[in-house]
């Protein structure tokens, strides 16, 4: 024990070891608890209920531990993310001859020293882990656990693939199974992903790609591709990371393409998305058929995911309605105004096609360019959203159909509104909460095309009838 915690440069304390040597040697140790190294070295590094090591009998008699697997039940890792961006790891995987394989570990130990050579930390031919954790901390901030942790690894080699099997559960998601083939390069220290494929929420994915210095400080290029897969699905794998918005339904085909790139303290994820017709149903906005294309990016670093979440896209929604009830009564009474029928109201509501142009930054969703037209109604404007209660600063313009100029009559309120080409169009402006935003003219927009002082009185007249509740 004095030798391994000096090694690992921690605190141990374990509560009973046991030495079996039928039917298979093995060692046994039980609540096994490794301390964290200083400053932090009053709080714990890693758990396990209970630890085994099956050991070759022949090497044993000869004072020597050849492990041929190891088993852990019920582990639990902390790893703590430093101020400089490191783990509370390195300092065990960076030590010299800290890892070596077997074969290093025989040679070393033909070499003759009237001294105990240290015993090297291995890495067993086969490892099981069952039921385990991991728990990612940042002083200051909540941790994330990664929980019922099972993994099985077969036959591992440095020259030649091998099999494995990991599955574990994260916060929003069912099960996730990642399963294929490993090879580890030990000359580069580089590990492989072959044939690898990720099973969530009935998706089969194929993710490719590897891991550099997987035992000292992981570095990962890794890529999840998959076409016309389920929008439901990912959706609700999106939304598990703060992608997509977890009230939104949809179903259809898509294809998606995610990277994660970068050092494990500083990883940048990727998300590229195109919609193939999916069917959107969204209660706080609209429902429709989706088409475009979204990018989306989150660099690992400290604040909300919202404020970190970068990117841009362009979507297109066809035969929709807007489903924000508040809004769409606001235009119901503006449109019914100006003399349309109850048929052209109801018309109103919905939409033969919607396109939104926009960029993600700083917390906020920008929209370059929105249009939506229908045969009553023709919109544009622009404007932004806040993402992380999703509020609303929008200017549009809503242009009436031809034949609303005609039935408007000639009343003095709604020559204000005409443009050039005789169309009555309504600048309005769309403030608060997606829920129950206020829809109110747009004063800045009036003055600029010329709304006459001596106006004022019909103005005010004509918009209490317009917006009244």
């Not at 010299?96 to 130990?109: A, G, I, L, M």
């Not at 609700?236 to 703060?242: C, K, P, V, W």
């Amino acid at each position: 024990m004095p030798f391994i915690e000096e090694s690992l440069n921690r605190r141990l304390d374990v509560g009973e070891v046991r030495l079996r040597l039928v039917p298979t040697p093995s060692i046994q140790l039980s609540q096994l608890k490794v301390f964290d190294n200083a400053p932090f070295a009053d709080q714990m590094f890693f758990s396990a209920e209970q630890v085994r090591l099956r050991l070759k009998f022949l090497p044993l008699l000869r004072g020597q531990f050849d492990v041929t697997e190891l088993l852990l039940d019920k582990p639990t890792f902390n790893l703590v993310k430093q101020p400089d961006g490191t783990f509370n790891y390195p300092d065990i995987t960076n030590k010299k001859n800290s890892t070596v394989t077997r074969r290093d570990f025989r040679k070393k130990s033909d070499i003759g020293k009237p001294e105990a050579a240290p015993v090297p930390v291995l890495l067993p031919k086969n490892i099981s882990v069952k039921a385990g954790q991991i728990n990612f901390l940042t002083r200051g901030q909540n941790y994330l656990k990664l929980g019922g942790i099972d993994l099985t690894l077969r036959d591992f080699a440095g020259d030649a693939p091998f099999p494995f099997r990991a599955s574990f559960s994260y916060p929003g998601l069912n099960t996730v199974i990642l399963e294929g083939r490993l090879n580890y390069h030990q000359e580069k220290s580089v590990l492989e992903l072959k044939d690898n494929h990720l099973k969530i929420y009935g998706l089969t994915l194929p993710v490719e790609g590897q891991i550099a210095s997987a035992f000292t400080s992981p570095r990962l290029n890794l890529s999840l591709r998959g076409t016309n897969v389920e929008a439901k699905a990912t959706f609700q794998i999106l939304s598990a990371f703060g992608f997509a918005p977890r009230e939104t339904e949809v179903s259809g085909p898509m294809d998606v393409l995610m990277n994660v790139i970068g050092p494990s303290n500083g990883l940048f994820t990727q998300v590229h998305g195109t919609f193939k017709n999916v069917q959107v149903s969204g209660k706080r906005a609209l429902k429709g058929n989706l088409s475009g294309e979204v990018s989306i990016r989150l660099p690992s670093s400290s604040g909300a995911a919202s404020r970190r979440l970068q990117g841009e896209g362009k979507l297109t929604v066809r035969d929709g309605e807007l489903t924000n009830v508040d809004l769409v009564k606001k235009i119901e009474r503006a449109t019914g105004t100006i003399g349309l029928t109850k048929t052209e109201q109801r018309q109103a509501t919905s939409f033969k096609v919607m396109e939104a142009d926009f960029i993600l930054r700083g917390g906020y969703a920008e929209f370059t360019r929105l249009y939506l037209l229908n045969p009553q109604l023709e919109v544009t404007g622009s404007g932004t959203m806040s993402l992380d209660q999703p509020t609303l600063d929008l200017a549009i313009s809503t242009a009436l159909s031809p034949q609303a100029p005609a039935r408007a009559g000639h009343g003095r309120a709604s020559t204000f509104f005409k443009d050039k080409q005789g169309r009555i169009v309504v600048p309005l402006r769309i403030n608060g909460p997606v829920e129950n935003p206020s829809v109110n003219l747009n004063a800045e927009k009036l003055i600029e095309t010329g709304l006459p002082q001596n106006a004022e009185k019909g103005f005010s007249s004509f918009f209490n009838r317009l917006f009244r509740r």
